[in-house]
């Protein structure tokens, strides 16, 4: 069973912020925060990962609270081709292989 | 660069018969996955191979067998098809296998066994 829980799905207005949530209340230590996200019929595509520190990059900013339990990643003028599903992950440092996908958030962006 | 790429991009099989997908990258990673994507659902991992020479069973790994044939090739076989396989497969590949290198994605293969 995927270790976070997602709001199945979202919506959002052209050229405003996307917040998506994502609750991984039983998060360890060691694990990072992976996002990824899928366009419709694509391979699945890193947006960012994070620890424990806020981060950002050309993508997205990844804003982890400090307790860990959970973590909301920021497009911040969201347009037409962010349209995917957003997939939040836990991964443990140094565990071999795979990203357990869950079934995301289905972000809509709306003219 | 190409990336990772995989083909065929479509087939349809009979229960029964058998294929290779193939999947290539050339980023000079070491890790390289295979993932089925069903309808409605996240990707699951079938096999992984942290290095050249080396293959490990995923999450779900029946029916299916895999080569690594060199540091860029990552083969899956499915030796008899059956409808429960039908399926997207996605092969990805990464620096290294631990955690904080991002995993890069083919375009997928769409495999439907009547």
């Known amino acids: 069973d995927a270790k976070t829980t997602q709001p199945p799905s979202m919506d959002c207005a052209e050229g405003r912020a996307a917040n998506l949530p994502c609750n991984h209340s039983t998060i360890s230590g060691n694990e990072y925060v992976y996002w990824y996200r899928q366009i419709h019929s694509q391979g699945p595509q890193y947006i960012i990962h994070?620890?424990?520190n806020n981060e950002t990059n050309e993508m997205a900013s990844l804003i982890i609270t400090e307790d860990r339990k959970s973590s909301t990643l920021i497009l911040p003028h969201a347009t037409l081709r962010d349209t995917a599903v957003y997939y939040c992950?836990?991964?443990?440092?140094?565990?071999?292989?795979?990203?357990?996908f869950g079934k995301g958030t289905k972000l809509s962006v709306k003219p | 660069n190409a990336g990772v790429t995989q083909t065929p991009k479509f087939q349809v099989l009979k229960t029964g018969q058998s294929m290779t997908l193939q999947c290539a990258q050339d980023?000079?990673?070491?890790?390289m996955y295979w993932y089925r994507q069903d309808p409605g659902m996240g990707l699951r991992l079938i096999y992984y191979?942290?290095?050249?020479?080396?293959?490990d069973k995923g999450e779900v790994p029946n029916g299916y067998n895999v080569s690594r044939l060199n540091k860029r090739e990552f083969s899956l076989r499915l030796e008899s098809a059956a409808p429960s396989q039908t399926s997207v497969y996605f092969c990805?590949?990464?620096?290294?296998?631990?955690?904080?290198?991002?995993?890069?994605f083919g375009p997928g293969t769409r495999l439907t066994v009547l």
């Open positions: 992950i836990v991964r443990e440092e140094g565990s071999q292989g795979n990203l357990i």
């Open positions: 990805a590949s990464s620096a290294y296998v631990s955690s904080y290198n991002e995993q890069f």
């Open positions: 994070g620890l424990k």
């Open positions: 191979s942290a290095s050249e020479g080396t293959t």
């Open positions: 980023m000079n990673h070491n890790s």
